[in-house]
Nanobody, 115 residues
Framework: QVQLVESGGGLVQPGGSLRLSCAAS????????VGWFRQAPGKQRDWVASITRTGNTDYADSVKGRFTISRDNAKNTVYLQMNSLKPEDTAFYYC?????????WGQGTQVTVSS
């Protein structure tokens, strides 16, 4: 059974940084594309960043240049390094992967950017 567990969220001041982690079991991240999404209260879940099997990365325009997605194959973990955080980055952040014909989501981790 595939399980994704996010961690690393918290409260940070504007301009600060956080690193989110998404640890997988039941699947091998290096064999799948993995994405980060976020959902603010009352809003839809939006794509933030993704990394392919081959390591290619892509980002939403709103985070380009500030966020970096990466993967540690030995730890079967994908990270989202978030720098220069803004209040509008406040949301629940989820990781996602698609394998065996199904999409899997973690439980999410809250990121709050506030002074």
């Amino acid at each position: 059974q595939v399980q994704l567990v996010e961690s690393g969220g918290g409260l940070v001041q504007p301009g600060g940084s956080l690193r989110l982690s998404c640890a997988a079991s039941g699947t091998i991240f290096s064999e799948n594309a993995v994405g980060w999404f976020r959902q603010a209260p009352g809003k839809q879940r939006d794509w933030v960043a993704s990394i392919t099997r081959t390591g290619n990365t892509d980002y939403a325009d709103s985070v380009k240049g500030r966020f970096t997605i990466s993967r540690d194959n030995a730890k079967n973990t994908v990270y989202l390094q978030m720098n220069s955080l803004k209040p509008e980055d406040t949301a629940f952040y989820y990781c996602n992967t698609f394998t065996g014909g199904k999409a899997f989501w973690g439980q999410g981790t809250q990121v709050t950017v506030s002074s």
